[in-house]
């Protein structure tokens, strides 16, 4: 039999986070564009390097990206809105970073999460562009590992109907067109890596594990039969991660050298399926075996004996050893990780490790004998450590959930009911106007946290720094003229790391960082025992910034369902306990806010939706303990104590009914990049509690115009009654600068004052 060991993709940042210290300062201009080109070369060759030191067989081009691998599709391709103003040649990186990023006078393409992952993708728009292939960046990127190493790799690039799925601006009459469009290119693209030698091209359709109709399988098989027909020798494997294929019996049987499939969290469905109608024989088999989205030591012997088990159920003579989906998801290597508790940090696999555990699986499975003589009894004695850990017995935790009863999911009166007497202890104007919570995090800022955490300056000192900044923005937002405050956030480096800090059960590491969006990155904190609250977390800072205003300043945390998705969570329990284990303990921070005199708590959920099952007929069980554990967090409030939340990108068109059902007063959504689509759903489908759709894209640089604000807030009018109608940006302002927040949100104000004026004038 032939194995080899694979990876459907590896992390592109770096150890040390090089590519996004390159990238940012190509946009500051401290770079030129070809020095720039020439680091981002030195990474890729890097990349390569590094993974074939480790041992892996076959190595995969194509998984680097300069922003992101959807937008490096659509630009490939020509699909370049018109208002970027694109003159048809190569997409040029101004061009190219304006639909990332946005630019002046033009804004971003839309951002959305990939799947059910903490990665956010830029929506590709079809505009019935003429399309073309402008550059092959996936053939230079084969031809330089060519080249430059001598190595044969398997270029990858995102399937045709994954594409199609997710890219926006076609409707029913107007999708054959498109994809008429994108199959020749997409042909061309697969031929010229075979003119230069690829072997194997893998093609990424994670959109066939979704829930298909009949008329999707009939056009997948479509698309692969011309594919097969236009370019003969081309070997694909169809590559398939994050749940299990659908429609096995016929997708299984497409026109293509092979197919690689999920045993991770696909594993009952995808096994239930060969069980049922077997795997072609003429196709390799590829096997992800190894969690791709995970940070825990794989049980080796139990990985081998899964592997065979599927091997013999197959049948397949040939198969691919790889992980379940991209390293991506995964931080680089563990071995920067020098202060964590030895148990824990022994239990720890990030790309680097998986690596070496595909390795040894293939190598067992291939000759019957494990790399290394204590490899399988480490990984076994590992995790039965960490089983075992003190940290996992805690007493007090498991006494608070058996106390949970069906009543403290419920607050004591309804919406209706809450609204007036809120409105009369708040006193707001129509309108109000707030933002997410965080301000820009400056470089003082950071400067002086490091320098703290490095204790080159004393806790004193750090606490009069905080206290100076946050007075100074509270100034600065009354000065502006905002309605509701926050006190800033400039004591927090993560909104989820920040919390799990101060709770008991977590553990944060130094350099495990993953890519969120853009050069966004991000250390999720590890979750590995029970979680408990020890003392208040938020309530000092925010009393204090209370004291030096007359206005009201919103209490700020991070919601259950949020810090559960942004972490690294434990395995051996569900992920509703963990939830619940969240919820209780802010349950206990929000009735100390509320005892402090805080009127206004937001518990931000801006991670809800990414949790979902990738099967709709798998939601309910998710959304009942996923809105559960917020309301169990939330509901001991007194009636006139408004609990908001806050939502990120994501497609809110079919979750109205869950955003409805956590019963927060109001909710604040992120929706400039898609604002109409929104609007439109709100007319079908309408919001009854408190709402504010934000009104400007904070993941842009540019300002926008009172005007263009005010255009946006009389669309949403019309479907959001003015009793119910909240002001506020998109998210968070934590990555802006300073000049361009003041700007903008005194636009903000301006609008909405305007606004004000107009419906007291109709009046």
């Not at 490939?76 to 809105?81: A, T």
């Not at 080249?147 to 398997?154: D, N, Y």
């Not at 293939?362 to 399988?376: A, H, I, M």
């Not at 609250?533 to 205003?549: N, S």
């Amino acid at each position: 039999m032939n194995l080899v060991s694979t990876a459907i993709g590896y992390p592109y940042i770096g150890d040390n986070r090089e590519w996004k210290r390159c990238v940012e300062s190509f946009w500051r201009g401290a770079i030129s564009e070809e020095q720039f080109i020439l680091e981002m070369k030195s990474n890729r060759l890097n990349n390569l390097k590094r993974q074939q030191s480790l041992g892996l067989e076959l190595l995969t081009v194509g998984d680097f990206t300069l922003y992101d691998r959807m937008l490096d599709i659509a630009t490939m391709f020509g699909m370049v809105p018109n208002r970027y103003k694109w003159t048809g040649d190569e997409v040029d990186l101004t061009t190219y970073y304006a639909m990332a990023r946005g630019a002046n006078h033009v804004v971003a393409c839309e951002m959305t999460k990939w799947f059910n992952t903490n990665y956010h993708y830029i929506v590709p728009e079809y505009e019935g562009q003429s399309l073309q292939l402008t550059k092959n960046y996936i053939l230079d990127y084969f031809v330089e590992a060519k080249e430059e190493l001598g190595l044969i790799t398997k270029p990858t690039m995102i399937g045709p109907f994954t594409f199609v799925k997710l890219a926006k601006g076609y409707d029913a009459k107007s999708k054959a067109l498109f994809i008429l469009k994108l199959l020749p290119l997409y042909a061309q693209v697969l031929q010229q890596l075979v003119d230069a030698g690829a072997q194997w091209i893998q093609v990424e359709e994670p959109a066939l594990v979704l829930s298909l109709t009949a008329d999707d399988v009939k056009l997948i098989q479509e698309i692969y039969k011309q594919l097969a027909e236009e370019v003969p020798a081309a070997q694909i494997m169809v590559q398939t991660y994050f749940e299990g294929l659908s429609a096995y019996e016929e997708l299984s049987q497409l026109p293509v050298a092979g197919i690689g499939l999920d045993f991770i969290h696909g594993a009952e469905e995808n096994m239930a399926s060969l069980r049922k109608h077997g795997f072609p024989q003429d196709k390799v088999l590829g096997i992800g075996i190894v969690n791709g989205r995970d940070i825990w030591r794989a049980n080796l012997a139990e990985k081998a004996i899964n592997t065979k088990a599927i091997l013999s159920l197959s049948g397949v003579k040939e198969a691919w050893i790889q992980s379940s989906c991209s390293l991506q998801h995964v931080p680089v290597t563990t071995k920067a990780e020098t202060k964590l508790d030895a148990t824990l940090t022994n239990a720890l696999s990030f790309a680097d490790e998986k690596i070496v555990e595909l390795t040894h699986i293939t190598s067992y499975v291939r000759d019957e004998t494990w790399k290394g003589n204590k490899s399988v009894s480490q990984s076994m004695i590992a995790t039965e450590a960490l089983a075992e850990h003190r940290a996992r017995k805690n007493t007090r935790v498991k006494e608070l959930e058996l106390q949970v009863e069906s009543e403290h999911l419920i607050r004591p009166m309804t919406f209706k009911e809450r609204q007036p007497l809120q409105k009369k202890a708040l006193n707001l104007p129509d309108f109000p106007t707030t933002t997410i919570g965080s301000f820009p995090q400056s470089d003082q800022v950071k400067r002086t946290r490091t320098a703290w955490r490095k204790k080159e300056m004393t806790d004193a000192e750090y606490t009069a720094f905080l206290k100076s900044e946050t007075a100074r923005w509270i100034q600065i937002q009354e000065e502006i003229g905002l309605d509701v405050l926050v006190h800033g956030e400039f004591e927090r480096t993560d909104m989820v790391e920040y919390f799990g800090e101060k709770l008991e059960g977590f553990a944060f590491t130094e350099k495990a960082w993953v890519v969120s969006y853009g050069s966004r990155c991000v250390k999720p904190p590890i979750i590995y025992g029970d979680i408990e609250w020890i003392a208040p977390m938020t309530v000092k800072e925010v009393a204090e910034a209370q004291q030096l205003t007359s206005k009201y300043v919103k209490g700020m945390l991070t919601g259950p369902v949020t810090i559960l998705n942004w972490s690294f969570v434990r395995d051996d329990i569900s992920r509703e306990q963990v939830a619940n284990q969240l919820a209780l303990a802010l349950r206990e921070e929000i009735q100390a806010l509320e005892d402090a005199g805080i009127a206004i708590i937001q518990v931000d959920e801006p991670a809800l939706r990414e949790g979902l099952p990738l099967r709709k007929e798998k939601w309910a069980d998710y959304l009942t303990w996923g809105v559960n554990a917020f309301k169990l967090a939330t509901s001991s409030v007194k009636n006139e104590t408004q609990i908001h939340t806050h939502m990120c990108y994501c497609e809110f068109n079919d979750f109205i009914e869950p955003i409805h059902a956590l019963d927060a007063d109001v909710i604040s959504i992120e929706t400039s990049r898609s604002h109409g689509e929104l609007i439109q759903s709100l007319k079908q489908n309408p919001y009854e509690l408190g709402i504010g759709l934000g009104v400007y894209d904070i993941h842009s640089p540019r300002v926008p115009s009172v005007e263009e604000i005010n255009a946006i807030l009389e669309d949403s009018l019309e479907i959001i009654p003015k009793e119910q109608f909240w002001v506020n940006p998109d998210c968070g302002l934590k990555t802006r600068h300073e000049e361009e927040t003041i700007a903008s949100l005194k636009n903000m104000v301006s609008a909405a004052r305007k606004l004000r004026q107009q419906q007291h004038q109709t009046v």
